[in-house]
């Protein structure tokens, strides 16, 4: 079965900061990636995926995530954090319609 | 927009309790999950549902049970609820190899 590493616990920028969060993953095949965020007490929102194609994708908030074959990596970016984007990331790796599998999460905190 | 309505956002119940989490999606989505979320160990597949009385075992299986009568409905069930079993979960549709989560119900078993 397919997995996905984070390998930060806690990652903590300061407002304006660039921002990288890692994400590797485990699968034999073409992978579906996604990163999602979690704002405290809430549920998971989508803020990009990667299927095929161009490797840099786009997502909501200004987030941008590039899928690195010969890493396996999928990171996610943001060029200034603002104060906002503090919650939790997951990196999640599917491998069809009826198996996903998320990473452990990495918790952002944002310095005024 | 998709919707998927977990019935309860906090619960609270005793050791040895039935316990039933439900979640309804409006999206007409065959495919349908059941994590359980624990800080350090992210989300973990307990069960999916990929069409009506149809179920599959995710990761951690033991000490719950499923059951979706309705394409609509998917229902998480804690046949003896024990402490180990206090955590958030996480109702989950998909379509297209994405998916659409709920709000979380926060258990505590007390």
């Known amino acids: 079965a397919q997995s996905v590493t984070q390998p930060d616990i806690h990652i903590t920028v300061s407002e304006g900061a660039s921002l990288e969060l890692r994400c590797n993953y485990s699968y034999g095949a073409t992978p579906y990636l996604f990163w999602y965020v979690q704002s405290p007490g809430q549920g998971l929102q989508l803020l990009l995926k990667?299927?095929?194609?161009?490797?840099l994708v786009q997502g909501i908030k200004g987030f941008e995530a590039e899928f690195k074959r010969s890493q396996s990596s999928f990171n996610l970016r943001k060029p200034s954090v603002h104060w906002s984007d503090a919650a939790e990331y997951f990196c999640?790796?599917?491998?069809?319609?009826?198996?996903?599998?998320f990473g452990a999460g990495t918790r952002l905190t944002v310095k005024p | 927009d998709v919707k998927v309505t977990q019935s309860s956002r906090y619960l609270v119940k005793r050791t040895g309790e039935k316990v039933f989490l439900e979640c309804v999606q409006d999206m007409d989505h065959e495919n349908m999950f059941w994590y359980r979320q624990d800080p350090g160990l992210g989300l973990r597949l307990i069960y999916f549902s990929y069409d009506v009385k149809m179920k599959e075992k995710g990761d951690i299986p033991e000490g719950y049970s499923v059951s979706r009568e309705k394409k609509e409905r998917f229902s998480l069930i804690l046949e003896s609820a024990s402490t180990n079993q206090t955590s958030m979960y996480l109702c989950?549709?998909?379509?297209?190899?994405?998916?659409?989560f709920g709000q979380g119900t926060r258990l505590t078993v007390v």
């Open positions: 999640a790796v599917g491998a069809g319609n009826n198996d996903m599998r």
């Open positions: 989950a549709s998909s379509w297209a190899a994405e998916a659409f």
């Open positions: 990667y299927f095929s194609g161009d490797t």
